[in-house]
Nanobody, 126 residues
Framework: QVQLVQSGGGLVQPGGSLRLSCAAS????????IGWFRQAPEKEREGISC????????YYSSSVKGRFTISRDDVANTVYLQMNNLKPEDTAVYYC???????????????????WGLGTRVTVSS
């Protein structure tokens, strides 16, 4: 059984940086990668980035491309989301989850049985 434990997040001023972590345990047989999603108040959940289990493929949504960087540490079995030049519109609850599709050409794809982290709040405000 896969489990995801998130850490990071908090309050940061516009232009600042934060790093989110997602530690995974369990078998990787059931998913192709780890993705990051966010949901702002009164908005739909948005898939913003993902990385494959091999680390060879990544995806970024247009809203975060050039500002966020996803990476993985296979020794720690942890995926990171480095968020730079944060904007007030980045304010949301961020979730990591297992994904089935992750590539720059195909985007991010996931199904109803994915494993999700509990979420962590990111607030960008002066």
């Amino acid at each position: 059984q896969v489990q995801l434990v998130q850490s990071g997040g908090g309050l940061v001023q516009p232009g600042g940086s934060l790093r989110l972590s997602c530690a995974a345990s369990g078998s990787k047989l059931y998913y192709s990668g780890i993705g990051w999603f966010r949901q702002a108040p009164e908005k739909e959940r948005e898939g913003i980035s993902c990385i494959t289990n091999s680390g060879t493929s990544t995806y970024y949504s247009s809203s975060v491309k050039g500002r966020f960087t996803i990476s993985r540490d296979d020794v720690a079995n942890t995926v990171y989301l480095q968020m730079n030049n944060l904007k007030p519109e980045d304010t949301a609850v961020y979730y990591c989850a297992t994904v089935q599709i992750c590539s720059d050409s195909s985007g991010l794809g996931y199904g109803p049985t994915e494993t999700w982290g509990l979420g962590t709040r990111v607030t960008v405000s002066s």
